[in-house]
Protein backbone atom coordinates (compact mmCIF):
# COMPACT_ATOMS: atom_id res chain seq x y z
CA UNK A 1 0.00 0.00 0.00
CA UNK A 2 1.14 3.21 -0.84
CA UNK A 3 1.47 6.67 1.13
CA UNK A 4 -1.24 7.96 -0.29
CA UNK A 5 -3.44 4.92 -0.34
CA UNK A 6 -2.54 4.38 3.44
CA UNK A 7 -3.46 8.28 3.92
CA UNK A 8 -6.74 7.92 2.27
CA UNK A 9 -7.64 4.75 4.12
CA UNK A 10 -7.08 6.00 7.72
CA UNK A 11 -9.47 8.73 6.96
CA UNK A 12 -11.74 6.13 6.18
CA UNK A 13 -11.33 3.86 9.05
CA UNK A 14 -11.21 6.97 12.04
CA UNK A 15 -14.07 8.23 10.38
CA UNK A 16 -15.76 5.16 11.57
CA UNK A 17 -14.54 4.98 14.87
CA UNK A 18 -15.10 9.00 15.59
CA UNK A 19 -17.70 10.20 13.93
CA UNK A 20 -21.10 11.60 15.48
CA UNK A 21 -24.18 11.54 14.40
CA UNK A 22 -25.87 14.99 13.57
CA UNK A 23 -29.36 16.36 12.46
CA UNK A 24 -28.54 18.97 9.39
CA UNK A 25 -30.97 22.08 9.19
CA UNK A 26 -29.75 23.08 5.92
CA UNK A 27 -27.98 21.35 3.22
CA UNK A 28 -27.32 22.99 -0.60
CA UNK A 29 -29.40 26.13 0.60
CA UNK A 30 -32.67 23.70 1.09
CA UNK A 31 -33.88 23.16 4.92
CA UNK A 32 -33.52 19.85 5.64
CA UNK A 33 -34.63 19.57 8.87
CA UNK A 34 -37.32 17.36 8.53
CA UNK A 35 -35.81 14.73 6.16
CA UNK A 36 -34.78 11.85 8.03
CA UNK A 37 -32.25 11.11 4.78
CA UNK A 38 -30.18 13.90 5.70
CA UNK A 39 -29.15 12.92 8.85
CA UNK A 40 -25.61 12.17 9.00
CA UNK A 41 -22.52 11.07 10.38
CA UNK A 42 -19.60 14.14 10.75
CA UNK A 43 -15.87 14.11 12.43
CA UNK A 44 -14.69 17.71 12.85
CA UNK A 45 -10.80 19.34 12.14
CA UNK A 46 -9.65 16.28 9.96
CA UNK A 47 -6.38 16.77 8.61
CA UNK A 48 -4.94 14.34 5.81
CA UNK A 49 -0.84 14.24 4.64
CA UNK A 50 1.00 12.52 2.54
CA UNK A 51 4.09 12.95 0.28
CA UNK A 52 3.38 13.19 -3.39
CA UNK A 53 4.89 10.55 -5.43
CA UNK A 54 6.08 11.80 -8.15
CA UNK A 55 3.98 13.21 -11.58
CA UNK A 56 2.26 10.00 -13.06
CA UNK A 57 -1.31 10.56 -13.31
CA UNK A 58 -2.23 6.40 -13.32
CA UNK A 59 -0.22 6.17 -10.09
CA UNK A 60 -2.93 8.70 -8.16
CA UNK A 61 -5.58 7.19 -10.36
CA UNK A 62 -4.70 4.11 -8.84
CA UNK A 63 -3.75 5.26 -5.13
CA UNK A 64 -6.86 7.66 -4.95
CA UNK A 65 -9.45 6.10 -6.94
CA UNK A 66 -11.89 9.18 -8.07
CA UNK A 67 -14.86 9.35 -10.21
CA UNK A 68 -13.08 8.26 -13.22
CA UNK A 69 -12.94 9.47 -16.78
CA UNK A 70 -15.10 12.27 -15.31
CA UNK A 71 -12.47 13.88 -12.65
CA UNK A 72 -9.81 13.79 -15.52
CA UNK A 73 -12.55 15.99 -17.74
CA UNK A 74 -13.66 17.95 -15.12
CA UNK A 75 -10.66 18.83 -13.89
CA UNK A 76 -9.45 20.27 -17.53
CA UNK A 77 -12.79 22.55 -17.15
CA UNK A 78 -11.34 23.47 -14.25
CA UNK A 79 -8.36 25.10 -15.57
CA UNK A 80 -9.86 26.19 -19.03
CA UNK A 81 -9.22 29.71 -18.64
CA UNK A 82 -12.56 31.13 -18.74
CA UNK A 83 -15.16 31.50 -15.99
CA UNK A 84 -17.66 29.74 -17.57
CA UNK A 85 -21.12 28.76 -15.75
CA UNK A 86 -22.31 25.76 -16.09
CA UNK A 87 -20.07 24.04 -18.09
CA UNK A 88 -20.32 20.77 -19.37
CA UNK A 89 -19.23 17.88 -16.75
CA UNK A 90 -22.03 19.18 -13.68
CA UNK A 91 -24.04 16.72 -15.73
CA UNK A 92 -21.95 13.89 -15.91
CA UNK A 93 -21.31 13.79 -12.55
CA UNK A 94 -22.86 10.50 -11.36
CA UNK A 95 -23.60 11.78 -7.85
CA UNK A 96 -25.13 14.77 -9.66
CA UNK A 97 -29.12 13.90 -9.17
CA UNK A 98 -31.00 16.79 -9.11
CA UNK A 99 -28.06 19.04 -9.88
CA UNK A 100 -30.29 21.30 -12.80
CA UNK A 101 -32.76 22.46 -9.92
CA UNK A 102 -30.10 24.37 -8.86
CA UNK A 103 -29.50 26.35 -11.94
CA UNK A 104 -31.14 29.66 -11.91
CA UNK A 105 -33.12 31.36 -14.62
CA UNK A 106 -29.73 32.55 -16.71
CA UNK A 107 -29.19 28.53 -16.65
CA UNK A 108 -26.08 29.25 -14.09
CA UNK A 109 -25.19 27.60 -11.15
CA UNK A 110 -24.77 30.69 -8.37
CA UNK A 111 -21.14 29.45 -8.10
CA UNK A 112 -18.63 26.63 -9.47
CA UNK A 113 -15.05 26.14 -9.75
CA UNK A 114 -14.70 27.81 -13.33
CA UNK A 115 -15.92 31.12 -11.59
CA UNK A 116 -13.44 31.11 -8.70
CA UNK A 117 -10.45 30.03 -10.40
CA UNK A 118 -10.88 32.75 -12.87
CA UNK A 119 -13.11 35.39 -11.24
CA UNK A 120 -11.61 38.42 -13.28
CA UNK A 121 -14.77 38.58 -15.90
CA UNK A 122 -17.23 36.09 -13.95
CA UNK A 123 -20.52 36.89 -14.61
CA UNK A 124 -20.94 39.42 -17.38
CA UNK A 125 -21.83 36.95 -19.93
CA UNK A 126 -24.95 34.42 -19.20
CA UNK A 127 -24.91 30.50 -18.98
CA UNK A 128 -21.84 29.78 -21.31
CA UNK A 129 -21.77 25.93 -21.70
CA UNK A 130 -18.02 26.08 -22.59
CA UNK A 131 -14.51 27.22 -23.22
CA UNK A 132 -15.27 27.98 -27.02
CA UNK A 133 -18.46 29.54 -26.73
CA UNK A 134 -17.21 31.93 -23.94
CA UNK A 135 -14.13 32.79 -25.77
CA UNK A 136 -16.25 33.49 -29.31
CA UNK A 137 -18.96 35.62 -27.22
CA UNK A 138 -16.11 37.65 -25.90
CA UNK A 139 -14.80 38.72 -28.87
CA UNK A 140 -18.44 40.06 -29.96
CA UNK A 141 -18.51 41.87 -26.74
CA UNK A 142 -17.86 46.01 -27.35
CA UNK A 143 -14.64 47.10 -26.17
CA UNK A 144 -14.94 48.06 -22.46
CA UNK A 145 -18.32 46.26 -21.61
CA UNK A 146 -16.90 43.36 -19.95
CA UNK A 147 -14.80 44.81 -17.19
CA UNK A 148 -12.83 43.22 -14.88
CA UNK A 149 -14.20 42.83 -11.80
CA UNK A 150 -12.48 44.42 -8.47
CA UNK A 151 -12.09 43.78 -4.79
CA UNK A 152 -11.55 47.02 -2.54
CA UNK A 153 -8.60 48.61 -3.79
CA UNK A 154 -7.51 46.66 -6.48
CA UNK A 155 -8.68 44.13 -9.80
CA UNK A 156 -9.37 40.78 -8.99
CA UNK A 157 -7.08 38.14 -9.32
CA UNK A 158 -6.92 34.52 -10.50
CA UNK A 159 -5.35 31.63 -11.27
CA UNK A 160 -2.73 32.36 -14.15
CA UNK A 161 -2.07 35.18 -11.92
CA UNK A 162 -1.12 33.08 -9.02
CA UNK A 163 1.10 31.30 -11.34
CA UNK A 164 2.99 34.10 -12.56
CA UNK A 165 3.88 35.30 -9.06
CA UNK A 166 4.62 31.71 -7.78
CA UNK A 167 6.84 31.48 -11.19
CA UNK A 168 8.84 34.87 -10.52
CA UNK A 169 9.10 34.60 -6.70
CA UNK A 170 9.82 30.98 -6.05
CA UNK A 171 9.68 31.74 -2.24
CA UNK A 172 6.72 33.46 -1.89
CA UNK A 173 4.41 32.68 0.61
CA UNK A 174 1.24 34.60 -0.85
CA UNK A 175 0.89 31.52 -3.87
CA UNK A 176 -3.11 31.23 -2.50
CA UNK A 177 -6.10 30.69 -4.64
CA UNK A 178 -9.36 31.31 -2.37
CA UNK A 179 -12.65 29.74 -3.87
CA UNK A 180 -14.73 31.36 -0.47
CA UNK A 181 -16.03 35.04 -1.24
CA UNK A 182 -16.43 37.67 0.58
CA UNK A 183 -20.19 37.25 -1.06
CA UNK A 184 -20.12 34.36 0.57
CA UNK A 185 -19.97 35.45 4.35
CA UNK A 186 -22.44 35.37 6.45
CA UNK A 187 -25.89 36.13 5.98
CA UNK A 188 -25.22 38.25 2.27
CA UNK A 189 -27.26 35.34 0.81
CA UNK A 190 -28.85 31.98 2.15
CA UNK A 191 -28.26 29.85 -1.02
CA UNK A 192 -25.33 27.46 -1.68
CA UNK A 193 -21.63 28.07 -0.69
CA UNK A 194 -18.38 26.60 -1.52
CA UNK A 195 -17.17 23.74 0.17
CA UNK A 196 -13.79 24.77 -0.75
CA UNK A 197 -12.15 27.44 0.64
CA UNK A 198 -9.25 28.11 -1.01
CA UNK A 199 -5.51 26.67 -1.51
CA UNK A 200 -2.25 27.55 -0.62
CA UNK A 201 1.00 26.39 -2.58
CA UNK A 202 4.46 26.90 -1.25
CA UNK A 203 7.83 25.62 -2.49
CA UNK A 204 10.63 25.19 -0.19
CA UNK A 205 13.92 22.76 -0.91
CA UNK A 206 13.07 22.39 -4.39
CA UNK A 207 9.53 21.00 -3.47
CA UNK A 208 6.11 22.63 -4.52
CA UNK A 209 3.56 21.64 -1.64
CA UNK A 210 -0.15 22.30 -1.18
CA UNK A 211 -2.64 22.82 1.66
CA UNK A 212 -5.88 22.26 0.37
CA UNK A 213 -8.62 23.69 2.70
CA UNK A 214 -11.87 22.91 2.98
CA UNK A 215 -14.99 24.10 5.49
CA UNK A 216 -17.19 21.14 4.27
CA UNK A 217 -16.31 17.32 2.63
CA UNK A 218 -18.68 14.52 1.81
CA UNK A 219 -16.68 10.96 2.72
CA UNK A 220 -19.05 9.12 0.28
CA UNK A 221 -19.67 11.71 -2.86
CA UNK A 222 -16.67 14.07 -2.60
CA UNK A 223 -13.44 13.16 -1.32
CA UNK A 224 -11.65 10.98 -3.21
CA UNK A 225 -12.70 13.24 -5.71
CA UNK A 226 -11.47 16.52 -4.41
CA UNK A 227 -8.01 14.77 -3.17
CA UNK A 228 -7.47 14.20 -6.78
CA UNK A 229 -8.50 17.27 -7.88
CA UNK A 230 -5.96 18.80 -5.94
CA UNK A 231 -3.23 16.41 -7.21
CA UNK A 232 -4.07 17.45 -10.48
CA UNK A 233 -4.56 21.02 -9.59
CA UNK A 234 -0.66 21.18 -8.30
CA UNK A 235 0.89 18.97 -11.11
CA UNK A 236 -0.33 21.92 -13.36
CA UNK A 237 0.62 24.50 -10.97
CA UNK A 238 4.26 22.67 -10.94
CA UNK A 239 4.16 22.39 -14.76
CA UNK A 240 2.89 25.92 -15.87
CA UNK A 241 5.47 27.54 -13.81
CA UNK A 242 8.19 25.48 -15.54
CA UNK A 243 7.02 27.19 -18.57
CA UNK A 244 7.12 30.53 -17.03
CA UNK A 245 10.56 30.36 -15.10
CA UNK A 246 12.22 26.96 -15.82
CA UNK A 247 15.85 27.99 -14.95
CA UNK A 248 14.06 27.40 -11.31
CA UNK A 249 11.09 25.51 -11.62
CA UNK A 250 12.83 22.80 -14.01
CA UNK A 251 14.50 21.30 -10.84
CA UNK A 252 11.29 21.66 -8.53
CA UNK A 253 9.57 18.65 -7.61
CA UNK A 254 5.54 17.69 -5.98
CA UNK A 255 6.29 18.07 -2.17
CA UNK A 256 3.34 17.83 0.76
CA UNK A 257 0.13 17.35 0.18
CA UNK A 258 -2.50 18.45 3.11
CA UNK A 259 -5.93 18.90 3.21
CA UNK A 260 -8.08 20.45 6.41
CA UNK A 261 -11.62 19.91 6.74
CA UNK A 262 -13.69 21.68 9.23
CA UNK A 263 -16.84 19.16 8.89
CA UNK A 264 -16.17 15.58 7.12
CA UNK A 265 -19.25 14.33 7.10
CA UNK A 266 -21.34 11.21 5.40
CA UNK A 267 -24.97 11.08 4.77
CA UNK A 268 -26.41 8.03 7.11
CA UNK A 269 -27.62 5.81 4.40
CA UNK A 270 -24.38 6.31 2.89
CA UNK A 271 -22.53 5.31 6.14
CA UNK A 272 -24.35 2.05 6.46
CA UNK A 273 -23.52 1.51 3.05
CA UNK A 274 -19.84 1.62 3.60
CA UNK A 275 -19.88 0.52 6.98
CA UNK A 276 -22.25 -2.13 6.83
CA UNK A 277 -23.79 -1.39 10.34
CA UNK A 278 -26.53 1.42 11.88
CA UNK A 279 -25.30 4.70 13.59
Known amino acids: MTGVSRAIKGVFENFRWFSELVRPTRWQGQDVSKMNAALMKEDLHVTMQFDMAGEALNFYQMAIAPNLPWADNHFLERVCGYPINPGIEWANWS ?19 MERYWPRKAGYLFAMKDFMSF ?21 YGDLAGLVRDLAGEPDTRQAYLPVWFPEDTGDAHKGRKPCTLGYHFIMRRGQLD ?26 WVLDESRKLNPEVWNGVVPGKFTMHITSLHMFINDYRQQYGEDE
Do not use: I, W
Open 95 to 113: HGVNAEKSLDHHGQFNHNY
Open 210 to 235: VTYYLRSCDLANHFRDDVYLTVRLLL
Open 135 to 155: KLAENYVPEGSMPVRRGLKHE
